[in-house]
């Protein structure tokens, strides 16, 4: 509805287009247009009071990415270059050899932090309507990377993997069939080599998180050293877990030689965090703590977010109370902490659905766009646990 309102000039032209039939439909590769992800946080401006010094701003800056990246290309490209004052460099749209179609989308973008470029590479997430990302999520087959461990299949189709060839370190570039990872890499490579300073990141939510978290992997599994080397850190937004307990020590290694970050977010219940299932050494894991935020945006560093597999007979109760709280939040927040916090009516019916999946409304963009302001400045100095 907002987008069929914006298309034929607001609410009364609307109606009396559809009543004379001259009802405009919605352009989706307008600027304007905002996916159903975009109509629950119409939010593009970075919060002016986060200042580059401020140990929130890379994180600050990486969710409104990811929370960007769910829109079309000249979305992005207009909140980059007009809302953030930053260079747009690249809107990636990739194939998945085994879904036949260009499923991975992501963006590439570059500012200034300090004295130094920042590059900014974002990985979208999943698509609420669309079949072929949910079937990267629910591919839960494994992947086994030699001398790294398994890996969640559906993540590394959607990030580049061939049905004949796995992972070979060099492949003829195709422009009608770009791997997300192989033209993402060498946009970095071109860009890097003219600034030799210059750093970049890795961010996503849901699984554009766990796509950030795999292509670091896939670099050191390509001895990919000196990308490495100019890898700022690694933010993650909601992310599911993406391997088994090999690859979160491989992982760990790969962090600690090269000197990483790696800020994973989780707020509160969101259910995704503690999806897939985890009871032994052979399931799913994730790696190396978590920034936790509860529903009041108080966070800690944990081992692991609580609950962590979600399905709990004694989490149930307060899961479902927490969710009846941030129904009512969503009509308070404006009041509490200002405009830039109005929750949108297609917020406020995603927090409905939160009464009866408790956990799934919390997964959206909104609350981890508002852990990152309104969170404590401290919390992002402080290291995850091992």
Same mark, same amino acid.
């Given at each position: 509805?907002?987008?069929?309102?914006?298309?034929?000039?607001?609410?009364?032209?609307?109606?009396?287009?559809?009543?004379?039939?001259?009802?405009?439909?919605?352009?989706?590769?307008?600027?304007?247009?905002?996916?159903?992800?975009?109509?629950?946080?119409?939010?593009?401006?970075?919060?002016?009071?986060?200042?580059?010094?401020?140990?929130?701003?890379?994180?600050?800056?990486?969710?409104?990415?990811?929370?960007?990246?769910?829109?079309?290309?000249?979305?992005?490209?207009?909140?980059?270059?007009?809302?953030?004052?930053?260079?747009?460099?690249?809107?990636?749209?990739?194939?998945?050899?085994?879904?036949?179609?260009?499923?991975?989308?992501?963006?590439?973008?570059?500012?200034?932090?300090?004295?130094?470029?920042?590059?900014?590479?974002?990985?979208?997430?999943?698509? @609420? !309507?669309?079949?072929? /990302? #949910?079937?990267?999520?629910?591919?839960?087959?494994? $992947?086994?990377?030699?001398?790294?461990? +398994?890996?969640?299949?559906?993540?590394?189709?959607?990030?580049?993997?061939?049905?004949?060839?796995?992972?070979?370190?060099?492949?003829?570039?195709?422009?009608?069939?770009?791997?997300?990872?192989?033209?993402?890499?060498?946009?970095?490579?071109?860009?890097?080599?003219?600034?030799?300073?210059?750093?970049?990141?890795?961010?996503?939510?849901?699984?554009?998180?766990?796509?950030?978290?795999?292509?670091?992997?896939?670099?050191?599994?390509?001895?990919?050293?000196?990308?490495?080397?100019?890898?700022?850190?690694?933010?993650?937004?909601?992310?599911?877990?993406?391997?088994?307990?090999?690859?979160?020590?491989?992982?760990?290694?790969?962090?600690?030689?090269?000197?990483?970050?790696?800020?994973?977010?989780?707020?509160?219940?969101?259910?995704?965090?503690?999806? @897939? !299932?985890?009871?032994? /050494? #052979?399931?799913?894991?994730?790696?190396?703590?978590? $920034?936790?935020?509860?529903?009041?945006? +108080?966070?800690?560093?944990?081992?692991?977010?609580?609950?962590?597999?979600?399905?709990?007979?004694?989490?149930?109760?307060?899961?479902?109370?927490?969710?009846?709280?941030?129904?009512?939040?969503?009509?308070?927040?404006?009041?509490?902490?200002?405009?830039?916090?109005?929750?949108?009516?297609?917020?406020?019916?995603?927090?409905?659905?939160?009464?009866?999946?408790?956990?799934?409304?919390?997964?959206?963009?909104?609350?981890?766009?508002?852990?990152?302001?309104?969170?404590?400045?401290?919390?992002?100095?402080?290291?995850?646990?091992?």
């Amino acid at each position: 509805m907002p987008n069929f309102m914006l298309a034929n000039g607001g609410l009364s032209k609307l109606l009396f287009n559809v009543v004379s039939g001259k009802m405009v439909l919605p352009n989706k590769e307008s600027p304007e247009y905002l996916t159903t992800i975009g109509l629950l946080d119409i939010r593009r401006d970075l919060d002016n009071r986060i200042k580059h010094e401020d140990p929130r701003y890379i994180s600050a800056l990486a969710v409104m990415a990811s929370k960007s990246a769910y829109e079309n290309k000249e979305h992005i490209k207009e909140t980059v270059e007009t809302h953030w004052k930053m260079e747009f460099l690249e809107f990636f749209d990739c194939w998945n050899d085994y879904e036949e179609d260009n499923t991975t989308q992501g963006f590439m973008w570059s500012g200034k932090n300090g004295d130094f470029e920042l590059i900014g590479v974002c990985f979208r997430g999943t698509s @609420p !309507f669309n079949a072929k /990302d #949910l079937s990267s999520d629910v591919d839960l087959s494994w $992947y086994k990377l030699p001398g790294i461990g +398994k890996v969640h299949a559906g993540f590394l189709k959607a990030l580049g993997l061939q049905k004949s060839q796995g992972w070979p370190k060099d492949i003829q570039l195709d422009d009608k069939k770009p791997y997300a990872y192989y033209a993402i890499r060498e946009k970095l490579r071109k860009r890097l080599e003219n600034n030799p300073n210059a750093k970049f990141l890795l961010t996503g939510h849901s699984l554009g998180g766990a796509l950030s978290v795999v292509f670091p992997a896939i670099l050191a599994y390509h001895d990919e050293t000196n990308l490495l080397s100019k890898l700022e850190g690694v933010y993650t937004f909601g992310q599911p877990k993406v391997g088994d307990h090999k690859f979160g020590e491989y992982m760990k290694v790969v962090l600690v030689t090269y000197g990483l970050t790696y800020h994973r977010f989780v707020y509160c219940n969101d259910l995704v965090p503690r999806v @897939p !299932f985890d009871s032994s /050494d #052979l399931y799913f894991k994730h790696f190396g703590g978590c $920034y936790y935020y509860n529903s009041f945006y +108080k966070g800690q560093v944990l081992a692991e977010e609580p609950n962590k597999n979600y399905f709990s007979i004694f989490a149930i109760i307060p899961m479902f109370a927490n969710a009846f709280w941030e129904l009512l939040r969503s009509f308070i927040m404006y009041y509490q902490n200002g405009p830039e916090y109005y929750e949108t009516y297609t917020c406020k019916g995603w927090r409905v659905i939160g009464l009866l999946i408790a956990g799934l409304s919390a997964h959206g963009p909104t609350d981890y766009v508002n852990l990152t302001r309104l969170g404590s400045p401290k919390l992002c100095m402080t290291s995850l646990a091992n």
